[in-house]
């Protein structure tokens, strides 16, 4: 398969596409900056409402999103069986659960952490982009008659 051939089997996906394989999987990676470097967490998440939400105990994730709230979150998922791959990428603002009824709301989004610290911070990224691709996995037999071509 060329190179052209490979590029023309990538789906890019419309924003309710990416919503709907997001439902499917619960662990993202959530992208911050802190002091002008890169930082990225993994996270147990939920989408409500077109948007993403998970939650978080205090420390560097919270104290980051706090002074600077444009993040970056990033899922991947994988049938199996058909060997189709996806990847969807959220550019967005971080904003955070304050005042009652959004507290009792959001004990309706069934969002258990992994980790068994204190998660007492909901926090939901609201899109500013979308963007999601869905491809084959390329046969590792691909990859190594491009290394001895190449």
């Not at 560097?60 to 199996?80: C, E, H, N, Y």
């Not at 069934?110 to 999601?132: A, C, E, H, N, Y």
Request: hydrophobic share 40%; glycine share 8%; proline share 5%.
């Amino acid at each position: 398969m060329d190179e052209k051939q490979t590029r023309t089997d990538v789906e890019n996906l419309e924003t309710h596409q990416c919503l709907e394989l997001l439902r499917t999987i619960s662990l993202g990676h959530l992208a911050v900056t802190l002091n002008d470097a890169p930082q990225l967490f993994p996270i147990n998440f939920t989408v409500d409402h077109g948007t993403v939400v998970f939650r978080s105990g205090e420390g560097s994730k919270l104290k980051t999103m706090r002074a600077q709230p444009r993040v970056a979150f990033q899922a991947d998922g994988i049938d199996s069986a058909t060997g189709i791959a996806w990847s969807v990428m959220v550019q967005g603002n971080a904003e955070f659960f304050a005042g009652i009824e959004e507290t009792l709301d959001s004990f309706n989004l069934m969002l258990f952490p992994w980790d068994s610290g204190p998660k007492d911070q909901f926090v939901r990224i609201v899109p500013t982009s979308m963007t999601g691709r869905r491809f084959k996995v390329a046969d590792p037999l691909t990859w190594w008659k491009h290394m001895r071509h190449g």
